[in-house]
């Protein structure tokens, strides 16, 4: 399965006069559950962007699987290689929750019988009742709107799993079952998960943290299990 690796990677914005990501070398493995803490303006949400082949960077090379993300069809590389799961969740308010699912997949080419089989199969995985695949987005909790977030991210087949602040809307008890259900996802089907957060709960589970400060990847905490 793919790994995404950086190698002395800076990003600096256009007109700034400091780099937002600093040297940044690191290797994000199938399997695991990654934390990326820090505090506001450390190049958190930078170097996600950069994991999702958004912005490419200015010094060093992003590989994925041995690639490097210059040399990939970026579009395609996010359709089908990688999934984002934000904190306002994202979803299609005009499209039901089962639609909302079986989007990226229809995009993909995939019949749209055998998306809607697929995406009923992921709703209930995350604990999307049938009872509730036809209702709008707005119809539904954060929890569950952000478990269906995560169902469609998985939809088109994507191994690794890109969230930034996923727990960030949402109360005590509904991070426990979003992280539960991220856990599952990395320990038991092999997916990469990065998680940007703020939380020190969501970070305390993680298998693998990082922290950065000022653009710069401060520290690596291993073999937390």
């Given at each position: ?23 940044a070398s690191c290797t ?57 799961i934000f904190q306002a ?116 589970i993680a298998d693998v ?17």
């Amino acid at each position: 399965m793919s790994s995404i690796m950086l190698s002395h990677v800076s990003y600096t914005y256009r007109g700034a006069q400091t780099a937002a990501v600093k040297g940044a070398s690191c290797t994000f493995e199938p399997g695991l559950l990654y934390a990326v803490v820090g505090p506001s303006g450390s190049g958190k949400s930078t170097l996600l962007s950069m994991l999702a082949g958004l912005d490419l960077p200015t010094e060093g090379e992003v590989t994925f699987d041995g690639r490097n993300l210059n040399d990939l069809d970026l579009d395609r590389y996010r359709r089908e290689s990688i999934a984002m799961i934000f904190q306002a969740f994202q979803l299609f308010p005009l499209l039901t929750v089962l639609e909302n699912v079986c989007y990226p997949m229809e995009l993909c080419g995939v019949k749209p019988a055998d998306a809607r089989e697929r995406a009923k199969i992921l709703l209930e995985r995350v604990g999307i009742t049938k009872d509730k695949h036809n209702r709008f987005p707005s119809n539904l909790s954060g929890g569950e709107q952000q478990r269906v977030a995560i169902a469609r991210s998985l939809s088109a087949g994507a191994k690794t799993l890109l969230a930034d602040e996923p727990t960030g809307n949402l109360d005590v008890a509904n991070t426990e079952k979003i992280m539960e259900i991220l856990q599952g996802l990395s320990h038991n089907d092999g997916c990469c998960v990065i998680v940007v957060t703020h939380d020190q709960e969501v970070s305390g589970i993680a298998d693998v943290v990082f922290t950065m400060k000022d653009g710069a990847l401060m520290v690596q905490q291993t073999d937390k299990n």
